[in-house]
């Protein structure tokens, strides 16, 4: 930001953009951002509107430093960071106020009254097909006591895959932000050498849960296994099996998303564990967007390999060219190379087309999706936080 | 081709950016009425079946519900019956009814259980079934999907489990 270059800066950064043009390139965000927080004014009290503007400038001011730096992972991870650390202060806020406790008690559940998570999502869709119901707690469409129904979660959901694609799990997976934000805490990892073949787990873990959640007409991964049910909401410990069933929510919590993102610098529970990644991988094919390598600039170097925060950029992708298909489009390795081997692409095109004009059409609908998604997210919870300590 | 494949992509990516504007106003309300429309209800081990029928009382009502089965292959719960007193707050502090399940004229069950008037107070039910179809309840509280009391709302409901 200084604008110091050293010697082995990428050479997109020695061509910063200048700040008239950034700040030009960022009018439809803000245009954007104007747009969606305005509802906000029509909220009474200030702490909602102040919370509102805090959160225009900021996920306003972030994209213009992508504009103006031509960078993307580093400033889309402050986004996601604040995201992942805010959405359970605001969750848990919210169950505390409605019932003053994070466990939800079997009343509420067969009351609908469990927000819907679209974690579920992949479990759900093989009962639905055959017997037309829901393997989950919740109501279809929202209601006064539960705002997240069904029908909510999977329409963002869907409309989210078909802007993003995978890019969800970049842009707009909440959870995801938490070990994001452990995974940077250090500056170098702990635990250097990862067996990329663990990356194959998730696939395991989906054929496993799907199975299992349609044998056992229940939520497996949400009863059994979900790491962030420690920081959201897990069912009444009133038995041994609820007690073991919270022992391995706080457990896998703390190892998958604190104790390995932190010694690793990965984002050891998206790679190895989550079901959700490879469900959303299959979406990448939708999308046009994607992330090439261009063999002729490469030098092997393995510094995007380094940077790939999921180990989906492997040795094989890097011969290959192209990044696997669980790609989240982070722009990590695209930051990363100071050879711009790496590259934002649309498929169709060469690959000596512009990376910049690629990462521009991509970053436009995604940081609108993190402002409409997250922006609201992190807004909610700020006035939250300003109404407390006012 | 190549030129074609690329002006494809570009107008792709440029959807994109337009599926994104519309988003909030057109995709998610559209979504979210097509995934009601489907006609998918929430699993009965939740939602309690549909209503089979409704039992008059002296200020109050009945909703009998049809039985619920799992159609689980594995840790299958037991079949059970929703039963929902309502409203609540114009039940007596006690509760003892006779219910006639199938409308044959007969009881098949008697209910007991008292309301307390704090409403975030443990509810316990006594369950006498006179139907061997039915199994007795004793003292319970929130034990299972299939053997339960709990206050839902405006709603005090029984789930009382059926012989397998």
Same mark, same amino acid.
């Given at each position: ?23 030009? !390139? ?26 509102? !503007? ?32 805010? &959405?359970?202060?605001? &969750? ?69 895959? !078909? ?13 995801? $932000? ?27 873990? !989906?054929?496993?849960?799907? +199975? ?73 094919? +939708? ?33 290959? $060219? ?37 990462? +521009?059409?991509?970053? &436009? ?19 939250? +936080? ?5 | ?164």
């Amino acid at each position: 930001m200084s604008g110091t270059i050293t010697p082995d800066a990428p050479a997109r950064e020695a061509a910063g953009r200048p700040t008239g043009r950034s700040l030009l !390139l960022t009018v439809p965000i803000a245009l954007w951002g104007m747009l969606m927080f305005s509802r906000s004014l029509q909220v009474p009290g200030a702490a909602p509107k102040v919370a509102a !503007l805090l959160t225009f400038l900021f996920m306003t001011g972030l994209f213009f430093l992508m504009m103006r730096t031509k960078e993307t992972h580093r400033w889309r991870r402050v986004f996601f960071v604040t995201l992942g650390f805010l &959405f359970p202060v605001g &969750f848990i806020w919210d169950l505390i106020a409605l019932r003053g406790s994070m466990s939800i008690p079997i009343e509420r559940m067969i009351g609908g009254d469990t927000p819907f998570c679209f974690l579920a999502i992949p479990m759900m869709i093989v009962p639905a097909a055959f017997t037309r119901t829901l393997i989950f707690p919740g109501s279809i469409l929202p209601t006064a006591s539960n705002p997240h129904a069904v029908a909510t979660m999977v329409a963002l959901w869907l409309s989210a895959t !078909l802007v993003l694609g995978k890019g969800w799990c970049a842009y707009g997976c909440f959870f995801g $932000g938490i070990e994001e934000g452990f995974a940077s805490l250090p500056k170098k990892p702990r635990i250097r050498q990862v067996d990329p073949r663990w990356r194959w787990l998730p696939w395991a873990m !989906l054929a496993a849960i799907v +199975l299992l959640s349609a044998a056992s007409f229940d939520a497996v991964y949400c009863m059994w296994l979900c790491p962030f049910k420690a920081v959201t909401e897990f069912p009444e410990v009133r038995s041994a099996q609820t007690a073991v069933q919270f022992a391995v929510f706080g457990s896998l919590f703390a190892g998958l998303v604190v104790v390995l993102p932190f010694l690793t610098r990965l984002r050891t529970q998206c790679a190895f564990f989550c079901p959700f990644g490879p469900f959303q991988a299959l979406s990448n094919r +939708l999308s046009v967007f994607d992330v090439r390598i261009d063999r002729t600039r490469c030098t092997d170097c393995v510094t995007c390999r380094r940077a790939c925060p999921t180990l989906v950029l492997d040795e094989g992708a890097v011969r290959r $060219g192209r990044a696997g298909m669980s790609c989240m489009k982070c722009g990590a390795c695209v930051d990363a190379c100071t050879k711009d081997a790496v590259r934002w692409h649309i498929k169709g095109t060469a690959l000596s087309a512009s990376s910049e004009t690629a990462r +521009l059409l991509y970053l &436009f609908p995604a940081w609108a999706f993190a402002t409409l998604f997250g922006g609201s997210i992190i807004a909610g919870t700020l006035a939250k +936080l300003l109404q407390w300590l006012h | 081709m190549r030129r074609l494949k690329a002006v494809l992509g570009y107008t792709g990516a440029v959807l994109t950016s337009v599926a994104m504007l519309v988003m909030p106003f057109v995709l998610f309300p559209l979504f979210t009425h097509g995934v009601a429309a489907t006609g998918v209800q929430v699993d009965p081990v939740y939602g309690g079946g549909r209503t089979a029928r409704i039992i008059a009382r002296d200020g109050y009502r009945i909703v009998v519900n049809q039985p619920v089965r799992s159609r689980a292959l594995l840790a299958r719960p037991a079949p059970f019956v929703q039963l929902a007193w309502e409203p609540a707050a114009a039940l007596p502090a006690h509760v003892a009814d006779a219910v006639d399940l199938d409308g044959d004229g007969r009881a098949d069950l008697i209910a007991r259980f008292d309301v307390p008037a704090d409403t975030t107070a443990a509810l316990f039910v006594d369950v006498a079934p006179a139907d061997a179809a039915l199994r007795p309840l004793r003292h319970v509280s929130r034990d299972s999907f299939s053997s339960l009391i709990a206050r839902v709302g405006d709603r005090i409901v029984v789930r009382v489990p059926l012989a397998r």
